[in-house]
């Protein structure tokens, strides 16, 4: 595990070296809003410049973080873009085009638009617990939340992103390392007795894996991606009005006896910050060796090496962590899987699944 001094002192660094852009998508609560306040703070004024975009349905939650994050770092600049519903793609791309407006009006006051951090953590906790219900668009609602609207996101900010300098990092929040099994003839999960919480979180975790190793091998130096599992984590999502009577029951008992095992809510905004720092590069052009010169500078004076990537390479760019911010070695299903074509299916699936939406169809596959 990296200890929590060494994860506050990177982020300290990180503020530091340059201005940030971060966009966070379901930061009105929870996970989001936890690593917004982190950022803030930690920021506070010691930090080169901050400009961060919250995007969530819930306006008056978003008011009240920007109010408390405007008091805590008054040099940073907080901006509200409203969603409607974030399993739609068409939504999704309505959000990143007024994101990039914004930024393009940055560069014609002359600033450098782009996005440093992508933090997605945008999910309706109840739907796990309800049958497989699908949008106008074709796509299931969970998992559209968990997989299809995340990668949607980074396709339509890769621009803005590979504007950063860093490089650019994105972060996924749900279910790093809890594959079990896929059904790559029915990624989508559509075959009767198919659909699942479990099937749906192992098909997620592959997905999403496969997906950001074939983004970060087309944008070497440029685009670090990381799939965590955060550990629980209270918050107001257990508490939700979708959430089944006899969970709400279970909860309300267990909760004193699993609270000394859950991860406090500071430390958690710091750890999914902590994966922003160059502990978890982009892919380099060589991988399993060193760290170049920069990269050794920019690690904390050796108390911390290089991510193992979701390939089992150091520094290869797709990196899947637990919520200690510590890697997870790829499952030895992966070999099989990828030498059966799995990566190629899953990235042709994706971007299919992306055009037939986006030319006002229905997906179906």
Avoid at 22 to 41: D, H, K, P, Q
Avoid at 59 to 77: D, F, W
Avoid at 143 to 153: A, G, P
Wanted: hydrophobic share 40%; glycine share 8%; with cysteine.
């Amino acid at each position: 595990m990296v200890h929590l001094d060494v994860v506050r002192a990177s982020n300290s660094t990180l503020v530091k070296t340059q201005p940030l852009v971060a966009v966070f998508v379901g930061g009105t609560s929870g996970i989001g809003e936890n690593t917004i306040r982190a950022l803030a703070a930690i920021h506070s004024d010691q930090g080169k410049g901050l400009r961060l975009y919250i995007v969530g349905r819930n306006a008056e939650a978003a008011k009240k973080i920007i109010s408390e994050c405007v008091r805590v770092c008054p040099v940073g600049q907080f901006h509200f873009v409203q969603a409607k519903d974030l399993s739609l793609l068409n939504d999704v791309d309505r959000v990143c085009a007024e994101i990039t407006r914004m930024e393009e009006d940055e560069a014609a006051k002359g600033g450098n638009g782009r996005v440093d951090l992508l933090v997605l953590s945008h999910a309706y906790f109840p739907l796990i617990f309800q049958p497989r219900n699908e949008t106008k668009e074709g796509l299931d609602t969970s998992m559209s939340q968990l997989y299809y609207s995340r990668m949607r996101f980074i396709i339509k900010l890769l621009p803005l992103l590979l504007a950063s300098p860093l490089p650019a990092h994105v972060v996924s929040v749900y279910a790093a390392g809890k594959e079990e099994k896929i059904s790559p003839e029915d990624l989508s999960l559509r075959t009767p007795g198919q659909y699942g919480q479990a099937n749906v979180r192992s098909h997620v975790a592959y997905m999403t894996t496969l997906f950001m190793e074939k983004l970060a091998e087309q944008n070497p130096g440029h685009l670090s991606l990381i799939h965590i599992f955060p550990g629980l984590v209270f918050g107001d999502a257990f508490s939700s009005a979708g959430l089944p009577t006899w969970f709400k029951i279970a909860f309300r008992l267990s909760e004193p006896f699993v609270r000394p095992f859950t991860v406090p809510i500071e430390e958690n905004g710091q750890r999914i910050l902590f994966l922003a720092t160059p502990r978890y590069p982009a892919r380099q052009a060589t991988i399993n060796g060193t760290a170049t010169d920069l990269d050794k500078k920019s690690l904390t004076d050796g108390a911390i090496e290089m991510a193992l990537g979701t390939d089992g390479n150091r520094g290869s760019g797709a990196y899947a962590c637990d919520q200690n911010g510590e890697t997870i070695p790829p499952k030895s299903t992966y070999k099989k899987l990828r030498e059966e074509g799995l990566a190629g299916k899953v990235w042709e699936h994706t971007m299919k699944a992306f055009a037939d939406i986006e030319a006002g169809g229905v997906f179906t596959g």
